[in-house]
T-cell receptor, first 114, second 114 residues
Framework: AQSVTQLDSQVPVFEEAPVELRCNYS??????LFWYVQYPNQGLQLLLK??????LVKGINGFEAEFNKSQTSFHLRKPSVHISDTAEYFC????????????FGTGTRLTIIP | KAGVTQTPRYLIKTRGQQVTLSCSPI?????VSWYQQTPGQGLQFLFE???????NKGNFPGRFSGRQFSNSRSEMNVSTLELGDSALYLC?????????????FGPGTRLTVL
């Protein structure tokens, strides 16, 4: 069975500072990995995804993530955050065969401090 | 292109009643998936429909059911409502499914069960 752990439920960061949101997964098979963002009162929006190839994935709004197979991690990073990045961030995993479904982490609420 | 729309946006029901939620996907998308979001359990996958057939299913009781029409619009039904069914219900659409495709989420329907 696949699972996703987001270790930090809340992360406060000063504006223009860097941020890393952590995500670890467990799966016995190959995985596809995703980061989604949910702004207040909205649905989720894809930030980036890892399917194969380069382990460093670049997404929208200046975010990037690195797939680390040995550590089963897919941490999200941004070198300089803005007020507009205030949102909840979800890591998700999908196995590439079998009963496909997106399994989400519990989310990390990113708060930007002016 | 219009995004994913969900109706109604808010619903209040009482225990024992049933409810039907609607989701209209992005034009051309054949996959519609449904998720339940609660503060305690986070985002949980309910099921996915593709070309009018349920393709994948999460771990929810049979009270939760769905269907998809020939125009790809989907409905989700919950019978015999329980207090624990109070949640934000999100649907997402994609071209080919939840394997590798980007999921485009609607704003959700907030269901309150009294």
């Amino acid at each position: 069975a696949q699972s996703v752990t987001q270790l930090d439920s809340q992360v406060p960061v000063f504006e223009e500072a860097p941020v890393e949101l952590r995500c670890n997964y467990s799966s016995s098979v190959s995985v596809y990995l995703f980061w989604y963002v949910q702004y207040p009162n909205q649905g989720l929006q894809l930030l980036l995804k890892y399917l194969s190839g380069s382990t460093l994935v670049k997404g929208i709004n200046g975010f990037e993530a690195e797939f680390n197979k040995s550590q089963t991690s897919f941490h999200l990073r941004k070198p300089s955050v803005h007020i507009s990045d205030t949102a909840e961030y979800f890591c998700a995993v999908n196995t590439n065969f079998g009963n496909e479904k997106l399994t989400f982490g519990t989310g990390t609420r990113l708060t930007i401090i002016p | 292109k219009a995004g994913v729309t969900q109706t109604p946006r808010y619903l209040i029901k009482t225990r024992g009643q049933q409810v039907t939620l609607s989701c209209s996907p992005i034009s051309g998308h054949r996959s519609v998936s449904w998720y339940q979001q609660t503060p305690g359990q986070g985002l949980q996958f309910l099921f996915e429909y593709f070309s009018e057939t349920q393709r994948n299913k999460g771990n929810f009781p049979g009270r939760f059911s769905g269907r998809q029409f020939s125009n790809s619009r989907s409905e989700m039904n919950v019978s015999t409502l329980e207090l624990g069914d109070s949640a934000l219900y999100l649907c997402a659409s994609s071209l080919a499914g939840i394997g590798t495709d980007t999921q485009y989420f609607g704003p959700g329907t907030r269901l309150t069960v009294l």
